[in-house]
């Protein structure tokens, strides 16, 4: 199961941090990605990280401006978002793929037929 926390509304320029909390799971590795749908538009992988450590995946849209990070003891995954957009409004979803290696992982070109696991997404709006 995975459940976030932490969107809301933010003013351009701003930040906001979201969580998404990763529990049952049997296996602790695993590639752990951010989506965000915007209205209109396609689910996108913006960022991601696998848990065996190493690097991250940031979209062209965000890097330089979100970072991933992870929290092993509580296996809560967190997405830092700063200098917020107004083209940053999207549901924001996290989702976990048992079958990614690190190296699809943090390649970018993710999709969402790779992902078994989502949270129930969170709203981001940026005005």
């Known amino acids: 199961q995975l459940v976030e926390s932490g969107g809301g509304s933010a003013q351009t320029g701003g930040s906001l941090t979201l969580t998404c909390a990763a529990s049952g799971y049997s296996y602790s590795n695993y590639c752990l990605a951010w989506f965000r749908q915007a209205p209109g538009k396609e689910r996108e992988a913006i960022a991601s990280?696998?848990?065996?450590?190493?690097?991250?995946y940031y979209a062209v849209s965000v890097k330089g401006r979100f970072t991933v990070s992870r929290d092993n003891a509580e296996n809560t995954h967190t997405l830092q978002m700063n200098s917020l957009k107004s083209e940053d409004t999207a549901m924001y979803y996290c989702?976990?793929?048992?079958?990614?290696?690190?190296?699809?992982?943090?390649?970018?070109?993710?999709?969402?037929?790779?992902?078994?696991?989502w949270g129930q997404g969170t709203q981001v709006t940026v005005s």
């Open positions: 989702a976990t793929g048992r079958w990614v290696g690190y190296s699809v992982c943090v390649s970018g070109g993710l999709t969402e037929g790779q992902f078994q696991k």
């Open positions: 990280s696998h848990t065996s450590g190493g690097t991250a």
